[in-house]
């Protein structure tokens, strides 16, 4: 009997251990970052669904929650419960129910769902042949808005927020034949929630990501940053955090290209952290030459694969330096939509920021809320600085404490997903948010937070501004805790006339880079009329030129992200054979049509790039 067999049943012994030794509460903790590099089982496809508004499936009908007091019950849709025998009362029926493409939302998938907040349940069969000694998570890209997850009849947990990931250990409960997932997706909007039941987009329900079985060893690789130190731009530095950590566990990070090979051990916690002085020149990640170094994160039980880019961004005075040199940001908002439905996917992805390169962006404002992991990882490969941002958006209730929980775990789950992607440059906090106390304590809390979390990105918010004898005043008190003072303007729309728009005045007293985070108008693409006539393409071009003279006028002005690239079905753009419940100041329409305002920004954009090189 050889050595290295001896050693091999030793492992597996302590594996099976560890794993039966372990309570729940850590094997079900914590994220998975990366799921591009790890071994997964796409559940993506074809799933029965039942629509539920009085939600029948979960409450009896003197409204006990059957999950909490009857678990096992027949009538609990979670159960898929199939009748004995023809005498026997069920009501429901997953098999024989409709199917519902995941991910997807069901507004576009259904007519009859177009406008339908409420809940509708889901449900994926599967078999799964889990290897001994393996663990295996089920993991969600997103589902909107809240979500409660089951499996063969029993509750893995619930998540709320519309846009970010989450994940559940599902070892001991996964069968190798004959599993059912069932999952209560409940869209309806309100008051407490994040965002508040007020938006201008469209609330499309459904499981609208991507859904994975995610198999790793007992001792996995969890989480890890992996960035150039905060302001020494020849240290990588970071941590790797294992899972099920075993003492003495030895990790080597290697990144081929720049020669570096490191070993690192990790405390009882599973934590490693480390610094690596690179030697040779690294090749900083910019929009002109989007370099992605490959990472390898070799555990004793696996090794990891990642694409990382590595550069600086900071501020000084009111410039914005990438790698040490002032940039302008030439950007676009986008929505996660392509044309008119949820966008998910490396091909939405690349369609979307194809046009965006076509404008001349290097920067894009993923507005409002966290968009997909694909259209990260495309704007990390195509060269585009991204703003992400959570959908604090306009009169979120600021005096709730589960409100602000919610918004904190939204925003954490948010840079624990992105804090390795270089494109991303900005974390934004809010959109629009009114004055108030309760506002200001309630976002100071979220900019704390997110500094614990990641110290090595700028941070903003999408401001409001005042005018004063007829000077537009950008003095929010929260640009104090802010990197970027951005602000929302919508002159010669919501107000202000165009014709002398260029000769306005701005005032602000911030030594920081100035930010435009939305300006624009509506056009119907096609409509065709005197630049004076609201909602046709002569007008919204006149809007654009007259503004971007005003604009390139603002103290500090070192950004702009146009609203928007695309048209976006919004409930509340109801004007008949104009807006027909999409919002028009896309530069581009829903069908994909460019408007002639995406030629003055695309020209603007020529000129600004010669500018700053
Ligand atoms: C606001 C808001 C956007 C909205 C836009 C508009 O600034 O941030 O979400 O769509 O204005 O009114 O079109």
Not at 18 to 31: D, M, Y
Not at 350 to 376: D, F, Q, S
Not at 455 to 466: C, V
């Amino acid at each position: 009997m050889d050595f290295p067999f001896i050693v091999n049943c030793m492992i597996r012994i302590r594996l099976c251990l560890s794993i039966l030794l372990l309570p729940i509460a850590i094997l079900s903790q914590g994220l998975l970052i990366n799921t591009a590099g790890r071994y997964t089982t796409t559940l993506n496809g074809n799933w029965n669904y039942i629509v539920d508004p009085y939600e029948t499936g979960y409450y009896s009908f003197h409204s006990e929650v059957y999950d909490q007091t009857n678990p096992g019950s027949p009538s609990a849709f979670y159960n898929d419960y199939q009748p004995k025998d023809k005498a026997e009362l069920v009501e429901y029926d997953f098999n024989k129910s409709p199917t519902l493409k995941v991910p997807g939302d069901w507004n576009t998938q259904k007519e009859n769902l177009f406008y339908y907040e409420g809940t509708i349940w889901l449900k994926k069969s599967f078999d799964y042949n889990l290897t001994n000694n393996k663990r295996v998570f089920i993991y969600f890209g997103a589902v909107n808005y809240k979500a409660e997850v089951y499996l063969n009849g029993k509750k893995l947990g619930t998540h709320e927020g519309g846009f970010t990931p989450f994940n559940f250990e599902i070892s001991s409960i996964v069968k190798a034949k004959g599993n059912y997932l069932v999952v209560k997706v409940d869209n309806k909007r309100f008051k407490e929630a994040v965002p508040t039941s007020n938006t201008d987009w469209w609330n499309y329900g459904g499981i609208t990501r991507d859904v994975l079985l995610i198999e790793e060893p007992a001792v996995f690789i969890q989480d890890y940053s992996i960035q150039l130190k905060k302001d020494n731009q020849s240290v990588i530095a970071g941590y790797i955090q294992l899972n099920n950590p075993d003492k003495n566990e030895k990790i080597i990070i290697s990144i081929p290209e720049l020669k570096i090979e490191k070993e690192i051990e990790a405390s009882t916690d599973g934590k490693a952290s480390f610094e690596i002085e690179v030697k040779n020149s690294i090749s900083y990640w910019s929009p002109e030459f989007p370099k992605l170094y490959s990472i390898y994160i070799k555990s004793g039980y696996q090794t990891l694969k990642d694409e990382i880019g590595f550069r600086t961004i900071e501020t000084k005075g009111p410039d914005i330096l990438l790698n040490g040199k002032s940039i302008f940001l030439r950007g676009i908002c986008l929505h996660e939509e392509f044309k008119g439905r949820r966008a998910n996917g490396d091909k939405d992805a690349l369609a979307l920021l194809t046009w965006v390169k076509e404008l001349g962006c290097n920067y894009i404002r993923l507005a409002h809320y966290p968009h997909n992991e694909h259209m990260i990882r495309m704007a990390d490969k195509m060269g585009l600085m991204v703003w992400e941002e959570i959908p604090v958006y306009w009169s979120i209730d600021f005096n709730n404490k589960t409100t602000y929980n919610n918004a904190k775990n939204q925003l954490t789950e948010l840079i624990t997903r992105d804090k390795n992607r270089a494109c991303v440059i900005i974390w934004s906090l809010a959109n629009e948010t009114p004055l108030s106390e309760a506002r200001n304590s309630f976002l100071l809390n979220l900019i704390n937070h997110s500094k614990s979390l990641d110290t090595t990105r700028l941070l903003s918010a999408a401001l409001l501004t005042r005018s004063e004898n007829g000077v537009g005043l950008i003095e929010d008190q929260l640009g104090k805790f802010m990197d970027i003072i951005s602000f929302n303007q919508y002159r010669g729309w919501y107000g202000g006339d165009l014709k002398t728009a260029p000769d306005a005045k701005w005032a602000t007293s911030y030594d920081k880079p100035v930010v435009v985070s939305e300006f624009g108008g509506d056009a119907k693409q096609g409509l065709h009329g005197p630049k004076e006539e609201r909602w046709n393409e002569e007008y919204q071009e006149y809007l654009f030129e007259q503004n971007l003279k005003m604009i390139e006028r603002i103290p500090n002005i070192r950004g702009i992200s146009p609203w928007i690239l695309t048209d976006f079905r919004s409930p509340r753009r109801v004007l008949p054979g104009i807006q027909d419940g999409f919002n028009r100041k896309g530069l581009v329409s829903d069908k994909g049509v460019k408007k002639k305002a995406f030629f003055i920004v695309q020209s603007f954009y020529k000129k600004i790039k010669s500018q700053y090189n």
